[in-house]
Structure formats: C-alpha cells, structure tokens
C-alpha cells in the first residue's frame, strides 16, 4: 500500500508513504517522476509539492496498473482530485461547446445582483465567455475594463452561491482603479481593506481584500487562510509578473494560493511579451496540473516558445480560454510615432566606443560560455547609460531601481582612456536626449499641455527633475510610496498623479515604467509620451503606452509617442527586438492590429534590423560579436 495525502497548512505539498507491503519498484518509479518536485522526506516519505504531483497523476495510474500496486489517498487529496476532474470537464465542455454571449439576460442578472455599471457589450461578451469556462483569462488591452468585467463576474458569482469573497493580487499602481471601481460597480458598499503587510488586520467580514505581490508572498500563510476560509474568488491582476513561476518567489505563491480558490482569474493585457512560454505560469494557476492538456510542449522552452509554428501552435491551443478586446475595437483615434535619431555628441561618441570595445574584447568566448556570461544584464545597463547619459555610469543605478536594473557604477582604473572621457564630459557636454527633453517640454508647456517623460533609470529622472523645475515637474518612480500607509506629508504616488492631472503650473510626469506602467489613467489630461531610453522589455513599453491611449479618449485627440534613439548604439537593437516581440504577442494574441497601433511604421526614421533569436544575441550583435 502507498498512501497519499494533500496537506495545506504552508505552502500545499502531497506526502506519500511506503507501506511495508509496497513494491519496490513502483516506489522508484514514484520516486524518479515526482523528482524535480521534492521538498522533503526519507527512503520511505516522499514530500512533494502538490503542482509536480498533479502534473504526474498518470505517472501514479501506470504506477497503479502496472505494478498491481494499491494506493490509498487521503480525503483531502481525493477532493482535490475531485474538483480538478470538475474542472477538466466544465474546460473540455467549453472547449467544444458554443460559446453563450446572451448579454441581455446577463445584464439583467447583473442588475439583480446589484452590479451598478452598466457593461458595454464587448465587456458583456466577455464576462459571457468567462462565466462559462470554470477559471478564465481577460488579455483585453488596457483601457478595455478588465476590473470592471473581474468585478462583474465576482458579483455574478456571488449572487449565484458560488464564492463568496474576493481576494485581488495587484502591483500598487493599479489598487486607486481597483477600490474606485469596486465602490462604483457594486452594491451596497463593499467592505474593503488593503493589505499592507504581515502586521496588517484581515477582518472576518470582508468582500474584497486587496494585495500585491511581495506581500502576498511574504505573508502567505496569512493570505491563504483568507482564501481558505470562505469560498474565494481570486484575481491576479498584470498577471505577466508571475511568468517566472515556481522559479519566482511571487509566481510560487500564487501558484500555491490556487489550491484554495474556488475561482480563478487572471488578468494582462500583455500576456507574453517575451513568447509562449510567458503563458505556462498563468495557465498552471488557472488550471493546476492541466497546462500540459492545454499547451503544445514547445511553449514549454523559452528559446522555442518564439518560433513561428510554436507561436501559431500555442495561438490555436489557448484560443478558448482567454478573451481579448483589442483597440481596433475601443474606438480609439490612431497613435503617431516621431522617432528621434542623432548622432551623439563628440565625447559621448567616444566613450561610447570605449565601453563598447572594452565588452567586445570580453565577449572572446564560446557561444555556451557567453550564454552564462553573468554579467550581461549589467552590460545592458551599461550601454543604455551610454547611450543616454554617461555620466550615470559613474553613479550606479539608484536605491529605488527596481531589481532588474540595479547595477553597480562601472569599474574604473584612474589611468584608462575612458575615465579621462568621462571625467571630461560632464564639465564639455550635455546630452543630447536632455536638451530634446526640455525643448519638448518647453514647447508643451507654451501651448498649454502636458506632456509624460519615460525613462528605465531613476538617476534620469532625478536629474531632469532639476533641469525642468521651471515646468514643475512630478515624478514617480519605486522610491514614491502609495498614500496607503506613506507617513503623514510625505511626497506619494497619488499625490504626484493628482498634482500632473489638476495643477496648471505642472507640464510634465517623469516616470519610469517599472513603477507606474501599470493601472494608471492619464489620457484625459496628456496626450504626449516621450521615450528617453528603453529596454528589452516589451511589456513595459506597451504598458506604458496604455497610459494615455486608452478607452474614453476624444475623437479629436491626436495621442503622441516620441521615441529618442542614439544613432549606431544599443539604441537600435532594442527597437529591433521590440519590434519582434510586439509581433510574436500579437500572432500569439490573434491582434494583427497590436503592431499597427504600437509600433512605428518601418519608413518612420527607425533602422531596418536582423532577426534575432533572444535579447542576448541582439546585445552581442550590437556589440559586433557573432552569436
């Protein structure tokens, strides 16, 4: 006898044990697939985690069948099997059954259930499609109403007895939209708390409890046990930042909250800006022990997960389990796109060139052993500054970069040709991204209008805070914290929002996208975005977008995207990987009209590129090393 048992308490793991009478064969067998999952046990114990578990129940029926080898599960593994059977067959019944799109009768069950707000009908289509699968993905863009819709199907399935509260996982930016939305959309008012850490109250009585992720994850014993105690709806908002998945600390944790749930949902409106394999940890959180059923196994590799037939076949596999509004069907007035290229200033050029060919010489290795090369994402860095503002190399990042871009200053010896540069060039140049910069502004604030600055370092942003103090700049980066829980009079997030939106005298937001990319609105008060420097990151770039071409914009509004690219620089390349990215998603997404409304047309100033098989190869080609 084998004898299995799901356990909850923590972080959701199955232990089975070895009965005396238990073959020794099946025992190895178990022990060999469950293998990349063991967290614990003995030669006669085996702790696993619960999702590698789930993934090789067939391992344990060939086990079963062809060793003749009983098992014995526990009641709560057996109802966990129980409901993901449910599962599995509400998902195959959706898979081939017609879709329901009967918004009539679903606007008046949302009005019966106190939903006030009433949808549109695309936003009716959706919750539609998402009522009838059993945990779904919203992949509108931003700006379709993804809360909206998340709050509607709360509503409806409270009203219906299935859940009974809600937990939502945000990042901070977006919990303003998500307490406005809630107090707007449901009736009576629900009883709401934000989550601010280990010390904070979670009441009995709550509706809606609202999170981020580095709390969830810090606190998660706690945020279980309100997912457990009631029948919980839980939503995880920008769903993209849990793609790293059990690799990640916040990705486990809400793979992990899964096995609670009654409901699951998750919501981005860029789902996989790297690829298919981008779509493997919400998948895994939707449908625990499933994703191998739904994903074809090319999605399952980071380099394949961008190949053509894998794109198309990944397309195809996850087309009934996701909605989608894409901006061709918002309304919205077309985007413009000015792309800026210049040479740089003399000495800029030539510490440039000094920094690129002191990597280039580094970078005389095998293509495996500069895939290891540890130091790539701080060359990036590097570059970016170069090609930007070099006297940043010398500073580091800043204390409130986020972890990606945190880098140490560059390395210098006191003799070497590019300190001589550097030290030279504060005191002979001003970078040229700078002085466009405040050229724009300037012209902006004489018209009257407002105009949002982006930029990946926030040593940019603090130094153009400065250069720009006639236009009373706001700024929000990692280091601005929300109004819930900042100490009194301290400069928040909210604060700095409110002042760019209402204050005449303030003309300018400088942001960077890491920070507020994501669930804020400023299309009624800008309709300027200008890109100092830009990274790999393709969801960044089309997040940050989002935040003044969304739906509810005028006709008549013009909305304008400035792109400032050092000519000859790493600049180029990341425009070029971009641009493939932005493509992948959109073939992935079925949204030939991402590319259109996101990206410059090909003749519009930018550098026709190479394709290239990931980010390192485009950082090696920049550099003139062959991958």
């Not at 696993?48 to 789930?54: G, Q």
């Not at 129940?57 to 098992?71: E, I, L, M």
């Not at 996208?513 to 400023?522: D, I, N, Q, R, Y």
């Not at 600049?571 to 932005?582: C, N, Q, S, T, W």
Request: a neutral charge; one cysteine or more; glycine letters at 8%.
């Amino acid at each position: 006898m084998i004898f299995a048992e799901l356990y909850r308490d923590g972080r959701p793991q199955v232990v089975l044990e070895r009965g005396l009478d238990a073959s020794a064969g099946a025992w190895a067998q178990l022990a060999e697939a469950l293998a990349r999952g063991v967290v614990g046990g003995s030669a006669e114990r085996i702790e696993v985690r619960v999702d590698v578990f789930l993934a090789e129940v067939a391992v344990v029926a060939g086990v079963r069948k062809r060793f003749r080898q009983k098992f014995e599960f526990g009641p709560q593994l057996t109802e966990q099997l129980r409901i993901l059977a449910d599962d599995r067959r509400r998902r195959e019944s959706a898979l081939h059954g017609a879709r329901d799109v009967a918004g009539t009768d679903l606007g008046q069950e949302l009005a019966a259930s106190g939903f006030r707000r009433v949808l549109k009908p695309f936003q009716l289509e959706n919750l539609a499609t998402l009522l009838g699968l059993p945990h779904g993905a919203d992949f509108s863009v931003p700006g379709a109403g993804k809360t909206t819709v998340a709050l509607a199907n709360f509503a409806l399935n409270r009203a219906r007895g299935e859940v009974e509260q809600l937990l939502v996982i945000a990042p901070l930016a977006a919990f303003q939209a998500w307490k406005e939305d809630s107090a707007a959309c449901l009736s009576a008012a629900p009883r709401l708390a934000v989550h601010t850490g280990a010390t904070s109250l979670i009441r009995d009585d709550l509706d809606i409890l609202l999170t981020n992720y580095n709390r969830a994850a810090s606190d998660y014993d706690r945020i279980r046990a309100y997912v457990a105690r009631r029948p919980t709806h839980v939503v995880i908002d920008e769903a993209h930042r849990i793609k790293r998945g059990e690799q990640g600390v916040h990705g486990r944790a809400v793979l992990d909250l899964a096995y609670a749930a009654r409901r699951r949902d998750v919501l981005t409106g860029t789902p996989a800006p790297q690829g298919a394999y981008d779509l493997v940890a919400p998948m895994r959180f939707l449908y625990p022990g499933q994703d191998h059923q739904i994903l074809p196994p090319g999605a399952y590799s980071e380099r394949d997960g961008r190949e053509p037939t894998v794109v198309a076949e990944t397309s195809r596999a996850i087309g009934r389990y996701f909605v989608r509004t894409p901006k061709s069907r918002l309304g919205l007035p077309p985007t413009t796109f000015e792309v800026v290229a210049r040479p740089m200033g003399q000495i800029q050029q030539a510490v440039y060139e000094a920094l690129a060919g002191r990597y280039r010489g580094e970078f005389a290795l095998g293509v495996n052993d500069r895939r290891r090369f540890t130091r790539l994402g701080r060359i990036m860095m590097y570059l970016l500054e170069a090609a930007t503002n070099p006297a940043l190399l010398v500073a580091g990042s800043d204390e409130h970069d986020q972890d990606g871009f945190a880098h140490p200053p560059l390395e210098l010896r006191g003799d070497e040709p590019l300190a001589r540069l550097l030290q030279q060039y504060a005191a002979y140049e001003v970078p040229w991204k700078y002085r466009e910069i405040e050229r724009i502004v300037a012209e902006a604030a004489a018209r009257g209008e407002k105009v949002l600055v982006w930029s990946t370092f926030v040593r940019n942003l603090k130094i153009l805070r400065d250069r720009l103090s006639a236009f009373h700049p706001a700024v929000v980066h990692g280091g601005v914290p929300p109004a819930d829980g900042a100490p009194p009079g301290a400069i928040t997030r909210d604060g700095e929002f409110d002042r760019f939106r209402n204050d005449p005298d303030c003309h300018v937001l400088l942001a960077n996208p890491a920070a507020c990319g994501e669930g804020v609105s400023l299309h009624h008060w800008c309709h300027h975005a200008v890109y100092l420097d830009r990274t790999f990151n393709a969801g960044h770039f089309l997040q940050s977008q989002d935040r003044i071409h969304r739906l509810g914009l005028r006709d008549d509004v013009s909305t304008r995207f400035t792109l400032l690219l050092s000519e000859g620089t790493v600049d180029d390349a990341v425009e070029g990987r971009l641009r493939e990215k932005i493509v992948v998603l959109s073939q992935l997404m079925n949204d030939p009209g991402l590319v259109q409304v996101a990206l410059p047309e090909p003749d519009a100033g930018t550098v026709e590129q190479a394709v290239w098989g990931d980010d390192e190869a485009a950082l090696l080609a920049t550099l003139g090393v062959r991958a």
